[in-house]
C-alpha cells in the first residue's frame, strides 16, 4: 500500500467571467499539485482570495477541473466514479450557519449521507450509528432530535464534522472550520480534529488563513498566492526557515508569545494589494509585491523546486 492517499497533478479551475462584453477566464487555481499521505494532514494558507476553497472544491470534483488531475489511492476521480469515491472523501464547510439546513434535526443531518450511501440495514442500526458518530464528536445523544438552529456555531461544526465522518471517509478537505467560531471555541474544534485523526486514521486538507492554526495542526504546510503554490515544507521548516518572500511577511505577520522571537523575526510589510486574478502580473505573480524582484520575475513564472528535504520554493532570487 503507496503512502500516498491524495495526489493532485496541475490542477486548474478557471472561472470565465464575464469582462464587458467579453467573457475571460479567472484563473482562480493554475496549476496546483501537491500529495497528502495516509493519516496525514497538510494545511493550505493563503490570504482571502487566493483559491484555497477552490482547490478544495475541485480536489473534490464540486467543480469540474479545467485541467489536471487527482488521484486518490492510486485511482483516477472522474465523473463516472465520483459518486462512489465521495464516501472516501468529504469536506467540512467554513460557515456551520450556511452549511448545515437549519429545519433539520441533528438525526436527519447526520442519517443523510448513511442513507445515501445505503450504510445502514435498519433503523435501529442506523439509529445507532448516528449516537455514535454525536459521541465521537462530543454532542450529548439527548440532543440528536433537537434542530440544528438551535445550536452554537463550535456545536454545529462538530454536528457537520459528524456528518462528514458518517461515512467512515480516509480523506476530509477541512474549509476553515474554525475561523467562523469564537477564539475560545477554536482550540477545543481544533483538538477534536486532531483527536478523530488519531483514531480514524484520516487525512485532511486543512485550509486556513491563519498560520497559527495550520501551524498546530499539519505535518506540511503548502502556501497560496494568486492560484499557485509558492512553498511547501514541513510545519516547522516552514515556520523555523520560510524562503519564499511571501511566505516570510505571512509569518512576520504572525504574533509569537515568545518576546526573543518576535524581535529577532523583523516585520515585513507588504506593498501594495493583492492583484486582481483577472489581470494578473505576468510571469511571477507575486513580483509586483515582491523586494527581490528582477527583470527575470517579470518574464518567467518560478516553477517549485525542492531545495532539499522536501522543501519546495516557487522563487528565481531565493
Ligand atoms: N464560482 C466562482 N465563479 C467565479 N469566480 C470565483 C468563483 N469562486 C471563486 N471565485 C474567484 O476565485 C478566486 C479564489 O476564490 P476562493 O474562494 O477559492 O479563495 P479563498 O482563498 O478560499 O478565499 P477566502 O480566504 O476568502 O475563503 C477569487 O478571485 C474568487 O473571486
Ligand atoms: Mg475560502
Same mark, same amino acid.
Given at each position: ?12 479551475? @478557471?472561472?470565465?467571467?464575464?469582462? +464587458?462584453?467579453?467573457?475571460? =477566464? ?19 494558507? +493563503? ?9 478544495? $472544491? ?11 488531475? /487527482? ?17 472516501? &472523501? ?11 439546513? =437549519? ?30 458518530? &454525536? ?9 440528536? $432530535?433537537? @434542530? ?20 467512515? !471517509? ?6 476553515? =472550520? ?44 503548502? /502556501? &497560496? @498566492? ?19 518572500? @511571501? ?11 515568545? =518576546? ?14 493583492? !492583484?486582481?486574478?483577472?489581470? &494578473? ?20 513564472? !518560478? ?16
Amino acid at each position: 500500500m503507496s503512502e500516498t492517499l491524495v495526489e493532485v497533478k496541475n490542477l486548474k479551475q @478557471y472561472f470565465p467571467v464575464r469582462a +464587458g462584453f467579453k467573457t475571460v =477566464p479567472l484563473k482562480a487555481v493554475d496549476d496546483v499539485s501537491f500529495e497528502v499521505g495516509r493519516g496525514e494532514t497538510l494545511g493550505l494558507v +493563503g490570504e482571502s482570495g487566493c483559491g484555497k476553497t477552490t482547490v478544495g $472544491r475541485t480536489v473534490l470534483r464540486l467543480y469540474e477541473p479545467t485541467a489536471g488531475e /487527482v488521484r486518490f489511492d492510486g485511482e483516477l476521480v472522474t465523473d463516472k466514479n465520483i459518486t462512489a469515491m465521495r464516501k472516501q &472523501m468529504q469536506m467540512v464547510f467554513q460557515d456551520p450557519y450556511s452549511s448545515l439546513d =437549519p429545519r433539520m434535526t441533528v438525526e436527519d443531518i447526520i442519517g443523510e449521507p448513511l442513507d445515501v450511501h445505503h450504510l445502514c440495514a435498519n433503523r435501529k442500526e442506523r439509529r445507532e450509528k448516528i449516537l455514535e458518530l &454525536m459521541s465521537f464528536v462530543g454532542l450529548n445523544a439527548e440532543h440528536a $432530535r433537537r @434542530y440544528a438552529h438551535e445550536f452554537s456555531g463550535g456545536q454545529r461544526q462538530r454536528i457537520g464534522i459528524a456528518r462528514a465522518l458518517a461515512v467512515d !471517509p480516509k480523506f476530509i478537505v477541512c474549509d476553515e =472550520p474554525v475561523s467562523a467560531l469564537d477564539v475560545s471555541i477554536q482550540a477545543q474544534v481544533i483538538n477534536m480534529f486532531e483527536e478523530l485523526q488519531e483514531k480514524l486514521g484520516v487525512a485532511y486538507l486543512f485550509i486556513a488563513h491563519d498560520l497559527l492554526v495550520v501551524h498546530h495542526i499539519s505535518r506540511r504546510i503548502a /502556501v &497560496m @498566492y494568486l492560484g499557485k503554490i509558492v512553498e511547501v515544507a514541513d510545519s516547522d521548516e516552514l515556520n523555523g526557515h520560510p524562503v519564499h518572500p @511571501y511566505t516570510e511577511s505571512l509569518l512576520s505577520a504572525v504574533p509569537i508569545p515568545d =518576546p526573543d522571537v518576535t524581535r529577532a523575526r523583523k516585520r515585513i510589510l507588504l506593498e501594495g494589494d493583492v !492583484p486582481s486574478p483577472l489581470h &494578473m502580473p505576468t510571469g511571477c505573480a507575486f513580483r509586483t509585491r515582491c523586494r527581490f524582484a528582477t527583470e527575470q520575475c517579470a518574464h518567467e513564472c !518560478p516553477a517549485l523546486t525542492d531545495r532539499g528535504g522536501g522543501h519546495f520554493v516557487a522563487c528565481w532570487n531565493k
